[in-house]
């Protein structure tokens, strides 16, 4: 069975500043992996994912991701954050076969400061 | 991208009364959804997958004649709490995969029983 780890339950940041979200995955096969954000009382939305190819991933807002396969991690970065970013962010995971369901991680909640 | 409607996005009840909840993809089809329960604060636990024509597969814990799922068509999933109680108040999530990899969520119900 896959499971996800996200070891910050929140971060706090100042605007403009950088941050990392971490998450780390367990599985025995292969998987694909994703970055989900919500905003309160809203379904979830896709931010970025790997599925194969290059390791490194970049969404449309400044968030990239980086699979490590050797590390097992999926962190997630932002060189600059606004305070639209304050969310909570969830890292998944699922096989990459088939109709299978998204495991998450127990969420991070990303607070950017003024 | 592919669209997944929720309806309704909140939703109260008296105690000991069902409610209905509505899944459906709006552009593509989908022989399976999953349907996800989020307690406050908290991450997203799979409650069962419905497939399309067949009887959903319930996660372990989660009582099967309390939280019915039918998925009548390639386009509908629906979960009724049945005789609801306050311990059922949570914010219910569906999903559907598209393409390889990709799943897409509904905006959520939040159920609250009073």
């Known amino acids: 069975a896959q499971s996800v780890t996200q070891l910050d339950s929140q971060v706090p940041v100042f605007e403009e500043a950088p941050v990392e979200l971490r998450c780390n995955y367990s599985?025995?096969?292969?998987?694909?992996l994703f970055w989900y954000v919500q905003y309160p009382n809203q379904g979830l939305q896709l931010l970025l994912k790997y599925l194969s190819g290059s390791t490194l991933v970049k969404s449309i807002n400044g968030f990239e991701a980086e699979f490590n396969k050797s590390q097992t991690s999926f962190h997630l970065r932002k060189p600059s954050v606004h305070i639209s970013d304050t969310a909570e962010y969830f890292c998944a995971v699922t096989l990459n076969s088939g109709n299978t369901p998204l495991v998450f991680g127990k969420g991070t909640r990303l607070s950017v400061i003024a | 991208g592919a669209v997944v409607s929720q309806h309704p996005s909140w939703v109260i009840c008296k105690s000991g009364t069902s409610v209905k909840i509505e899944c459906r993809s709006l552009d593509f089809q989908a022989t399976t959804m999953f349907w996800y329960r989020q307690f406050p604060k908290q991450s997203l636990m799979l409650m069962a997958t419905s497939n399309e024509g067949s009887k959903a597969t319930y996660e372990q814990g989660v009582e099967k004649d309390k939280f019915l799922i039918n998925h009548a068509s390639l386009t509908l999933s629906t979960l009724t709490v049945t005789s609801a109680h306050p311990e059922d108040s949570s914010f219910y999530i569906c999903?559907?995969?598209?393409?390889?990899?990709?799943?897409?969520f509904g905006q959520g119900t939040r159920l609250t029983v009073v």
């Open positions: 999903s559907a995969m598209g393409q390889v990899g990709e799943a897409f």
């Open positions: 599985s025995s096969v292969s998987v694909y």
